[in-house]
């Protein structure tokens, strides 16, 4: 076995065994010139439009599944289940962020980006198209959705976010704070270069952990917000389906993640990745 190396030594001697990128500009204009920029704005689109027509299609055929009326008796115990549809988000991003990652980065959520312009791993031009990327996405996926089950779509809800009874704002509020939290963190964590030459002896598939946190995030909030944690998401399914309470809940679903992704950003950079530029390390060196 090889000798164990002290992080901290070396990078307190100025050796890495990694390379951090240069900082995003915060306005590159040369960027609007690059075909690259549009290529990843397209996949951006068509990404979040496949994501929320799986996962809307997926919540719409559960409440068809398990509706009494619709299905007969026994309907209660068919259907995916909650698990199912936790399963469908946190699988679509799995498989759209692997997909997309070598080209656009995968975000497919406008608070992902938003938190990796902060941690300025893009520009403010790149942040801004990707995020109308991603809402205009959105809306092409849920339409699709109403066009394709028009009946069943109107009837369960449009898969829109809307707050559940017996929950306070706050509640609900902190609920997406802390739910995109996890997921931007991971996102931070499976995309760091430090990281991944420290785990270079364990190849590490960076779509898995982020698809895995959005399934379990949607797990604990389901039953509270219908899990947003992506504004893209909450917004296509409002806009489609255009219900007042739809409408009226949606500022949690943007301020939330919003937040959430601040805040993770600012962990992940100033707290985690200090050592790493020029705060030293806590611990004491021979």
Same mark, same amino acid.
């Given at each position: 076995?090889?000798?164990?190396?002290?992080?901290?030594?070396?990078?307190a001697?100025?050796?890495?065994?990694?390379?951090d990128?240069?900082?995003?500009?915060?306005? *590159?204009?040369?960027?609007l010139?690059?075909?690259?920029l549009?290529?990843?704005?397209?996949a951006e689109?068509? $990404?979040?439009?496949?994501?929320?027509?799986?996962t809307?299609?997926t919540?719409i055929?559960y409440?068809?599944?398990?509706?009494?009326?619709?299905s007969?008796?026994?309907?209660? /115990?068919?259907?995916?289940?909650?698990?199912?549809?936790?399963?469908?988000?946190?699988?679509?991003i799995?498989?759209l962020?692997? /997909?997309?990652?070598?080209i656009?980065g995968?975000?497919?959520?406008?608070?992902v980006?938003?938190?990796?312009?902060?941690?300025?791993?893009?520009?403010?031009?790149?942040?801004?198209?990707?995020?109308?990327?991603q809402?205009?996405g959105?809306?092409c996926?849920?339409?699709?959705?109403?066009?394709f089950?028009?009946?069943?779509?109107?009837?369960?809800?449009?898969?829109?976010n809307e707050?559940?009874?017996?929950?306070s704002?706050?509640?609900?509020?902190?609920?997406?704070?802390?739910?995109?939290?996890v997921?931007v963190?991971?996102?931070?964590?499976?995309?760091?270069?430090k990281?991944?030459?420290r *785990?270079?002896?364990?190849?590490?598939?960076a779509p898995l952990?982020i698809?895995?946190?959005?399934?379990?995030?949607?797990l604990a909030?389901?039953?509270i917000?219908?899990?947003?944690?992506?504004?893209?998401?909450s917004?296509?399914? $409002?806009?489609?389906?255009?219900?007042?309470k739809?409408?009226s809940?949606?500022?949690?679903?943007?301020?939330?993640?919003?937040?959430?992704?601040?805040?993770a950003a600012?962990?992940?950079?100033?707290?985690?990745?200090?050592?790493?530029?020029?705060?030293?390390?806590?611990?004491?060196?021979a």
């Amino acid at each position: 076995m090889g000798k164990e190396v002290d992080v901290s030594t070396l990078e307190a001697g100025g050796v890495r065994d990694y390379a951090d990128p240069p900082p995003a500009p915060l306005i *590159d204009v040369d960027e609007l010139g690059k075909w690259s920029l549009y290529r990843a704005v397209i996949a951006e689109f068509v $990404a979040t439009l496949l994501f929320l027509y799986i996962t809307v299609a997926t919540v719409i055929g559960y409440k068809h599944q398990t509706d009494a009326s619709a299905s007969g008796p026994g309907a209660a /115990c068919g259907g995916v289940g909650v698990l199912g549809i936790a399963w469908a988000f946190g699988g679509m991003i799995f498989i759209l962020v692997y /997909c997309t990652a070598g080209i656009s980065g995968g975000h497919i959520n406008p608070a992902v980006t938003f938190g990796l312009f902060l941690a300025r791993k893009v520009s403010l031009v790149r942040a801004l198209l990707y995020m109308a990327a991603q809402s205009l996405g959105a809306i092409c996926g849920v339409a699709l959705v109403k066009g394709f089950q028009s009946g069943l779509y109107a009837r369960y809800g449009g898969g829109a976010n809307e707050v559940s009874a017996g929950y306070s704002t706050g509640t609900e509020l902190a609920a997406e704070i802390v739910g995109t939290f996890v997921l931007v963190y991971t996102v931070f964590s499976a995309t760091d270069p430090k990281r991944n030459a420290r *785990d270079s002896h364990v190849p590490v598939l960076a779509p898995l952990p982020i698809g895995f946190a959005v399934f379990m995030v949607h797990l604990a909030t389901i039953p509270i917000t219908g899990t947003g944690i992506n504004p893209a998401r909450s917004l296509g399914a $409002a806009v489609v389906y255009n219900n007042s309470k739809a409408w009226s809940d949606q500022w949690i679903f943007w301020v939330g993640p919003f937040i959430g992704a601040a805040i993770a950003a600012l962990y992940h950079q100033i707290v985690l990745r200090a050592s790493a530029r020029g705060y030293g390390s806590f611990r004491s060196n021979a």
